[in-house]
């Protein structure tokens, strides 16, 4: 019994036997070709090896080229006929004309492709949709001339997508890929400009745009892959663009109720859209930005109804109100994931544009206050905001920034329930939290003590979190069954829990800041607040994991209270530095008593910068009798530091700094003897030496003694060269004759040279005036000849020089 397949199927394999006959004909003449070349080879003599040229076209470009210029060029000829030629022809000519060569050009495809040519039937069907938007210019022109051209431009693109979308459907021209992606291009106009020539306004061109988009986006959903759908996404992303930023805009400046809700419900069909896109398994890989588009759009739609009906203030809150509703899309477990998770992430970006528009007044809060520097106990403000403003503007509309921080902290708190998430979360709860409580008082414009009050007490509820928080402990609910963890796995790698801990400590530094600045409008609330600051970091600094942080802070603050209290006493600056000093003899005590080397450093750096703020005090009024004590003073503290074995480097600031009191205080006695600045460095330093060559007597002289020489012979040498007496280059003469025999005694050549060189030149400087009226009184033709003996005596004697040359050097290189 003979099986006949379905008309349709019999017609597919009928084609795909063609296609195969036409490719195994393609490939014998091919290789027909290349045997005809290869026998006429063979029979020429002596073939020259010529390579084929190359050739700079392929085959099917160049038939692309021909028949897209052929194309081009029958369109133009249309288009002369139909402008020029037009109006010599009557109406039944201009119709039959026009329709039979319209139809007969559509037509042509169909055999081309029966004929394998596919390329060709392309470009005919191009020339044929070319045809029918000149058939429908020319029926403007004759029969409808009056009518309104956008509206015809509206109906003829309406018609001619039908008709496009019609012949690409037919069954003998469904291979054409050209006429469903011009009829989508098409497709875009209708309803456009329909909207635009019946002047329908903004929201019905608006709506226009974006039904349009919906249409592209479901044909993009339908069809399959292919220049029909990259159209229409196009299309879709393209109008859906322009149509959502209008209705943005409507939504944004709508002035009532009724423009609000009309806007609303544009963006709630855009969102509509994209959410239904979102859900199609043919949209997988777009699912989550169209979720998230979707939710944005919502948010924008539901806050814009909200937001003529509330006062400006609120208008941020009713958009954020919305973008928290988002999160219950996280319950629907109808919902596929993508769009769950891109519902989610829309929330956060409301959420974070919330917060964008709550720093000004967080950063009006933190750094309003410097002003006061310049303002020191001018008077206190009536209240915080005008504290906090005192050079800057205070932003208008914010009275809802606390609300803002406060509802984003506790969706924060209740929604990050993820146990890598978790920790992350409940920082960002702290750091909200802190942000509410900073802001508070200056935006209810609470008095201003009051609002000291309320700042301290943030400081403290954050020192207080940070030491009730360890680092060790996870910052989570735990069951009695749970051991405490500080990590966690996150797609195989495990990621170590940020704890809020020493965010917390950070935040209440930064609130210590502004309170800082704000007690300067009085000098009790400075006393006040420097104290209390003083005290509640030095008690944060008995947790082991604060101190490092609190316990600097607590000694700047003591430093910062030492000069306020000098200054309230009426005590010049030279002895509010007696009062400083003593933070950093506090610090030098405490960090010789801690055992952790992370707390240790940063103690004695900020009792460092302390002795910098005291010696600086002392120098403002340049009492030369106080700056040295201070400077004595801090040398004492350094040499104390120094004691400890693992701050011996210490002893070298120690040296310089008693040294610099000596020179202040000599200089305040007006002594300009420079070995009166000399002597006490020189001494310690030969004393320093003489230890160090004690204990490792492999040690150079040059090391040990050629500094705490070189600091009095040369500044001596160079002052007793200008001195008009004899008595400083003769004891300077004997100090150099002394240190050169004991540097002979010993075997050492730093004093030695030292000593020598000195000695020479103190000699030469002593002898300069006789030699120069010997000088005077020789003929001019005494020196060159004296100079002339003495180079032939010692080129005489030039090899027993050079004896005693390397007799000299071995003799000084057996020195130290």
């Known amino acids: 019994m003979t099986h006949f397949p379905p008309p349709a199927e019999e017609l597919r394999l009928l084609d795909l036997e063609l296609r195969q006959l036409d490719a195994r004909r393609a490939q014998l003449l091919h290789r027909r070709a290349w045997l005809v070349t290869a026998l006429h080879a063979a029979a020429r003599p002596n073939p020259a090896p010529l390579a084929p040229p190359r050739p700079e076209a392929s085959a099917p470009r160049v038939q692309n080229v021909l028949l897209v210029l052929g194309g081009v060029l029958l369109t133009i000829a249309a288009m002369a006929f139909t402008l020029v030629s037009w109006g010599q022809m009557g109406i039944a ?38 045809l029918t938007v000149l058939d429908a210019y020319a029926l403007h022109q004759v029969g409808l001339a009056d009518v309104d051209a956008t509206g015809y431009v509206a109906a003829a693109s309406a018609v ?31 309803l456009v400009l329909w909207a635009v020539a019946a002047d329908a306004g903004p929201y019905w061109i608006t709506a226009a745009m974006l039904v349009t988009a919906g249409l592209d986006t479901g044909v993009a959903l339908r069809v399959p892959a292919g220049s029909a759908r990259i159209t229409a996404v196009i299309g879709a992303y393209g109008l859906g663009a322009w149509g959502v930023w209008a209705a943005g805009w409507l939504s944004w400046t709508a002035t009532g109720p009724s423009a609000a809700a009309r806007a609303a419900a544009l963006l709630l069909f855009a969102a509509g859209v994209a959410l239904t896109a979102a859900w199609q398994r043919t949209a997988e890989k777009h699912a989550g930005g169209l979720a998230v588009t979707a939710g944005l759009l919502t948010v924008a739609a539901l806050g814009g109804t909200a937001r003529p009906a509330l006062p400006a203030a609120w208008t941020v809150p009713a958009y954020l109100a919305c973008g928290i509703a988002l999160l219950a899309a996280v319950r629907l477990d109808r919902l596929p994931e993508p769009v769950r998770r891109g519902l989610v992430r829309a929330s956060a970006a409301v959420q974070g544009l919330a917060l964008l528009w709550t720093l000004p007044v967080v950063g009006v809060v933190l750094l309003g206050p410097v002003a006061w520097a310049e303002r020191v106990w001018s008077g206190a403000p009536v209240d915080v905001r005008e504290a906090v403003t005192v050079d800057v503007p205070w932003p208008p509309g914010t009275e809802t920034v606390p609300v803002v921080l406060a509802v984003v902290s506790v969706a924060l708190f209740l929604t990050a329930r993820d146990t890598v998430w978790r920790p992350r979360a409940l920082t960002g709860v702290l750091v909200l939290a802190w942000a509410t409580a900073l802001v508070l008082p200056a935006v209810l414009e609470v008095p201003y003590a009051v609002g000291l009050v309320a700042l301290g007490i943030t400081a403290a509820g954050t ?10 402990e996870r910052p989570e609910t735990k069951t009695a069954t749970e051991e405490p963890s500080a990590a966690a796995t996150e797609n195989g790698t495990t990621v170590a829990f940020p704890t809020p801990g020493p ?27 420097l104290a209390t600051l003083t005290a509640l970091f030095a008690a944060a600094s008995w947790k082991p994991h604060l101190a490092p942080i609190t316990a600097p802070a607590s000694l700047t603050y003591a430093a910062a209270l030492a000069c306020a209290t000098g200054a309230a006493a009426g005590w010049q600056p030279q002895y509010t530095a007696l009062l400083v000093l003593a933070v950093p003899v506090a610090a030098a005590l405490l960090a010789a008593r801690l055992g952790d ?31 040295a004590l201070v400077l004595a003073l801090c040398g004492v503290i ?69 500094p705490g020489l070189a600091a009095t012979l040369v500044p001596s040498l160079l002052t007793a060269w200008g001195d008009p007496h004899w008595t400083r280059p003769l004891l300077l003469g004997l100090a150099a004759l002394a240190v050169t025999l004991l540097g002979a005694r010993h075997h050492l050549q730093a004093p030695l040279l030292l000593g020598g060189s000195v000695l020479a030149l103190d000699a030469l400087h002593e ?16 020196p060159p000849a004296l100079a002339g003996l003495l180079l032939l005596a010692v080129g005489a004697t030039y090899e027993q020089r050079l004896r005693d040359a390397r007799k000299m050097r071995n003799f000084l290189g057996n020195m130290h």
């Open 767 to 782: 002898l300069a005036p006789y030699i120069a009226q010997v000088t005077d009184a020789l003929p001019r033709w005494v």
């Open 503 to 529: 965010t917390a400590t950070v935040l209440a530094l930064l609130t210590s800041l502004p309170l800082s600045f704000l007690s300067l409008t009085t000098e009790p609330a400075t006393l006040a607040v």
């Open 160 to 190: 001619l997508a039908a008709l496009w979308t019609a012949y690409g459907l037919l069954p003998r021209t469904s291979e054409l890929r050209l006429p469903l992606p011009a009829a989508l291009v098409a497709a875009q106009l209708p």
């Open 463 to 472: 020192l207080a979190a940070a030491a009730w928080i360890r680092p060790s």
């Open 638 to 706: 350094t040499a104390g530091t120094a004691i400890r074995p693992d701050r011996r480097p210490v002893g070298h600031a120690s040296a310089a700094l008693f040294v610099l009191a000596a020179w202040v205080r000599l200089a305040a006695w007006d002594i300009a003897t420079p070995e009166a600045y000399t002597l006490p460095v020189t001494v310690p330093a030969l004393l320093v030496g003489a230890l160090r060559r004690r204990r490792d007597p492999q040690t150079s002289s040059w090391t040990a003694y050629a």
């Open 597 to 627: 080397p992370r707390v240790k450093a940063p103690v004695e750096v900020a009792g460092g910068i302390a002795a910098l703020l005291a010696i600086g005090l002392a120098a403002v009024r340049a009492d030369l009798p106080m700056l």
């Open 93 to 130: 000519g201009r119709a039959l004309v026009l329709g039979g060569v319209t139809v007969a050009v559509l037509a042509v495809p169909v055999p081309l492709l029966k004929r394998g040519l596919r390329s060709t039937a392309e470009s005919v069907a191009g020339i044929g949709l070319a």
